[in-house]
């Protein structure tokens, strides 16, 4: 899963080995600097000798300059490639969604996706840049450091190396003691949102049964676990500083007596001693550091897996190898087909054979998961058939280059979505060459011209997010108008005129039928109104075809239909929102 | 000091400021010391131990040359006792310094980790105050980021930039002092060269928040964007337009990958900086220094400024450190204001003081402040309402109706007619912008909220379940109800045989808002959860709708006989629910323009008749 993160590293490659490059040269100026500082010391200032004084001055200065370079060099890489890979996998993502399928899209949820594309995210880059500008720094800090001690006085160095153990024992324990703490922390975090979610999303609820009181002390307890465990974490952190202080006081102790027996010994400077007391700091600063890299890659290591499983999911419906592209005519088969949602779940479909001419009206009624729509979507390929078959024009739809069969078959969706953008722009989703006459066309056919016309900036009307803007009816006729103008041979309606009421959806009916002759339309209906008029209807039951024939048939054959028919007509279970 | 007097006065702004500090923090400030007005103190002394312990270690390396070497090595000494001495004092004094520095370390935890507490407690009390109005104009996104993004923002004021503030200036001060003392010449070039420093740091910080806004916008665009195109992502497929939405997010992406990148460059520089700077600073001090002992006209020594230039090093960390922490408290500031915003919100107003009284068994009364008892029957009356969720959009006009103690009433018409929005102003879910609303004669403005919404058992359009138990989402109507009453209730529902299927019955956990059950089960859950609740009047918003035909004629006579009695306002679809009613009223664009019985309002062949044979296209 790391390596999948990591392979979208791609163009910042080289920014992304360069940064550790920076940072080593920054480190190792960082390094010389206090030994020159002791030669300024101890050959300039304690010698009284001024231009010693300025040749280390110099020096120093000179090395300062280029650690201040290398460092802004580090930190301008590590900007670069961390934010370059956190761009290419938001893309990578985005790119692999584009290739989702249908049953792929219902597996996440909208809300999942969009943390991951920018909390997960958010967070390994962060993470990123972290280890790059340290991951280096810490360990290279440490060896140089201590190279520098040892170069200067072996046996003061042995403090150092007792030090070191020290701290990082101590350092492991309370750090894998606490990383434990702040998973927990982080499950109790999930539980207080989760409380404020449910409260607010059911507010209503709350407020008509007067359950504030209970809702309050729900969201204390919650509360309260967070408190008590970022106590327990954190109590065992403030341990973090002290130690430090013990440590590094217990340094500067040792190094003050021995030292000062080797100064009067003449084996050590007093320049000497002040540069041992430098590196003390940056000894245990980078043993610190450490510690950091390890708390953090334990808390990125859940964003990186669910990133991960959002590039690395295989669509599960990919183009044919020799794709055909060419359709031409409208028919539609259906030969032995079952189909479920779920492999292994439930069928929704079950041994369908129907066939339709081009140019036939087909209705399709039924009850609520009667598999109607589910119907719809296999003719484009929405979802892929469990068994048997479904040709269009003569062939398998598994055959054909999907963008072109979708271009073929245009389906208007249950849920009527419109994008922000014009109306006009929402429009031209159908076909993006579409002139202006031919847009306004497809919405005199789909009943929405009059509408659109009504309002007072017309076909430029901004939609807002969701088209909430206009009413569920408008949007479904100007989704309707939007499938017309691909021109499709195929044209189905999965209950795309439920908020139009009666009167206008059969003025879409007729006027379907008058202006796009020998079109393939199937339209999937609860309302017998909507359907009555075509060639043939499809009864749908349980996932089978139930019966097929004309109203007139069905009607005096047909005991479901003519349940349903009597129901609606006479009023007995009339649906009140016409 | 002049930059760090500035910062001392609470309401000035900071020169070269990245960004001001709002008030709003402040306002968080008074909290904290509202709140421990003893940890605090202490708090403030402990820090004060452990800055000055730090000082005295840096300061004894001066101690330590200047006193003991040099005096040992001139004099060929080897006499270690005074050293030793000095040793165990030093020795001492550090070991002060770790008590204070872990008794602070402890109680910053504390404190931050309580405040957060509070401040969450507050919060969310307050919010079950606001009117529905609040919660309809923002998303939900919007409220968990104020609990989740804003206050943890807070935290890093609360237990760091305060406490780091407080360290540095306690540093800052100390240390000044010594160095003064030492060499006042040194002193003011060292002062002018952490000035400097302060500024480019918040210069830098000044920089880099311009680019973090740009990076914010960029974050919502870039947010917006995947939040639409996901939810139409089928859409998307159905008309080719993968390559397209491609495109488009490989430009917002850009854009959000540029300005990231530009505010961590620009704050990436400020570290290196500070340390350079730093490194400047001590040449300049140890040439000047140098120049000045060697030139003999100041008396100073070498280990003066041998001890002095370590000082000089503790004396920039701690201004750097300031400087960085003020930037960081600008950031805070919007999660502050946001935090505060929502407490500042008004609640929605609850002066009724006629509250209800009794029980189930003896029957209910409203008793008003002056001790007068009215008996709860269940009669509703609406006069002349007129209600908009917005200004100057109007939804109901002028609305009238009377339902007595035990009627059964429904509304029909089209969506936006205005029937749930009726129910909504008779449990006082939103305020009315004229007319009146009596229960049993009593202005619902006179009930206190609790009192009125108690009287009232509501079925919403939207069947909400919470996670936990299904018998705990029954007991959700009425908390003290035993475990026989809530089966009861779902028998009464016809919830009971569903229930007894599930693999743990009524100790079935559900998953959130009840994700493991089919819309119509949690329906008749819903209904479950309002009989248990036993309320003198009922309001079933399409309580029904989503259960199929078959079950709804079962629990058909188990509504019956949970309307008996009881004042019921039902919206209905469906006809069989509505044929009884004691008063159907029939809205259209918020209008009552139809009412009386069934039978009267088919023999009118009004929008009724319409509506029922359904055939006013022939």
Known sequence: ?578 | MPSMMRFGGPHERVPGSGGKVSKTVWRLFRFVFSNYKVSIPFVAICIIVTSLTTLTSNLFTKTLIDDYIVPMTETGSTDFSPLAAAMLRLGAILLVGIIASFTYNLLTVFIGNGTLRKLREELFRHMQKLPLSWFDSRTHGEIMSVYTNDVDTLRQVVSQSVPGILRSLVTIIATFTSMLVMSPLLSVISLLLAALMFYITRRLGTISKKYFTKRQENLGLINGFIQEMVTGQKVVKVYNHEEDAMRQFAALNENMRSSVYNANRISNIIGPINANLGHFGYVLLAIAGAALALGGNVPLTLGTIVAFLTLQRNFNRPVSQISNEINSLAMASAGSDRVYAMLDEQPQKDEGRTVLEGNAAEGWNWKSPDGTLTPLKGLVSLQDVDFCYVADKQVLFDISLTAYPGQKIAFVGGTGAGKTTITNLINRFYEIQDGTICCDGIPVTDLALSSLRKSLGTVLQESKLFSGTIMENIRYGRLDATDEECRAAARLACADSFIRRMPNGYDTVLAADGGNLSQGERQLLCIARAAVADPPVLILDEATSSIDTRTEKLIQEGMASLMKGRTTFVIAHRLSTVQNADYIMVMDKGHIIERGKHAELLALKGKYYELYTGNQIV
């Open chain 1, 1 to 578: 899963m790391f390596k999948t993160v990591l392979r979208e590293v791609r163009q910042y490659k080289t920014a992304l080995i360069l940064t550790p490059v920076w940072t080593s040269a920054e480190v190792v100026m960082g390094v010389l600097i206090p030994y020159v500082t002791a030669s300024l010391i101890d050959k300039g200032l304690n010698a009284g000798n001024l231009p010693a004084v300025y040749k280390y001055g110099g020096m120093m200065l000179g090395l300062a300059v280029l650690s201040l370079v290398f460092g802004i060099l580090a930190g301008r890489y590590a900007a670069y490639s961390s934010t370059g890979l956190a761009a290419n996998l938001r893309q990578a993502m985005y790119t692999n969604i584009q290739r989702f399928s249908f049953s792929d899209i219902d597996k996440y949820s909208t809300a999942g996706l969009v943390t991951r594309m920018t909390t997960d995210v958010s967070s390994i880059q962060n993470a990123t840049q972290m280890l790059l500008r340290t991951s280096f720094r810490a360990p290279l800090n440490l060896v140089f450091s201590f190279a520098m001690c040892l170069f200067i006085n072996r046996q003061l160095s042995l403090i150092f190396l007792a030090a070191m153990v020290f701290l990082s024992v101590a350092l492991y324990l309370m750090i894998s003691r606490a990383a434990k703490l702040f998973r927990q922390i982080l499950l109790r975090y999930d539980t207080l949102n989760d409380v404020v979610m449910e409260n607010v999303d059911a507010i209503r609820v709350v407020k008509a049964f007067v359950r504030e009181d209970h809702e309050i002390s729900k969201f204390d307890k919650a509360a309260l676990e967070l408190y008590t465990m970022s106590i327990r974490a954190e109590t065992l952190m403030s341990f973090n500083h002290p130690l430090m202080n013990l440590v590094v006081y217990g340094c500067i102790m040792a190094v003050s007596w021995f030292g000062a027996h080797y100064i009067v010994a003449g084996n050590l400077t007093t320049g000497q001693l002040t540069s041992l007391f430098s590196y003390i700091m940056m000894v245990m600063n980078s043993l610190m550091m450490l510690s950091m890299i390890f708390v953090q890659l334990t808390q990125s290591a859940a964003s990186v897996s669910r990133v991960a499983e959002v590039i690395e999911e295989e669509p599960d419906m990919a183009n044919p190898e020799a794709p055909v592209t060419a359709l031409k005519g409208g028919s539609i088969d259906f030969r032995n087909v079952f189909f479920s949602y779920k492999k292994g779940g439930d069928n929704a479909l079950e041994d369908i054979n129907l066939h339709i001419d081009s140019g036939e009206t087909i209705g399709i009624i039924g009850g609520t998961g009667s598999g109607k729509s589910s119907l719809a979507y296999l003719i484009c390929r929405l979802y892929d058939v469990s068994e048997g078959s479904v040709e269009v024009d003569g062939r398998d739809v598994r055959e054909y280059d999907m963008d072109a069969l979708r271009r073929h078959v245009a389906i208007v969706l249950q849920k009527s979505t419109l994008f922000s953008g014009t109306i006009l722009e929402n429009l031209r989703w159908g076909n993006p060459d579409a002139t202006f006459e031919e847009c306004v066309e497809a919405c005199r056919t789909a009943c929405a011209h009059e509408f659109i016309e009504a309002m007072p900036e017309g076909y430029d009307t901004v939609m807002e997010q969701g088209g909430f803007n206009v009413s569920g009816g408008q949007r479904q006729r100007l989704c309707i108008a939007r499938a017309l103008l691909k021109k499709p041979g195929i044209l189905i309606l999965d209950d795309s005129t439920s908020a139009v009421d009666t009167a206008t959806d059969a003025r879409i009916r007729e006027s379907l039928r008058r202006r796009s002759p020998g079109i393939t339309t199937v339209i999937v209906a609860q309302r017998i109104l909507s359907i009555k008029d075509a060639d043939r209807i499809v009864v749908m039951d349980n996932g089978r075809i139930n019966a097929v024939g004309t109203h007139e048939q069905l009607l005096a054959s047909n005991d479901i239909y003519r349940e349903i028919y009597n129901l609606q007509t006479s009023g007995g279970e009339a649906d009140f929102d016409a």
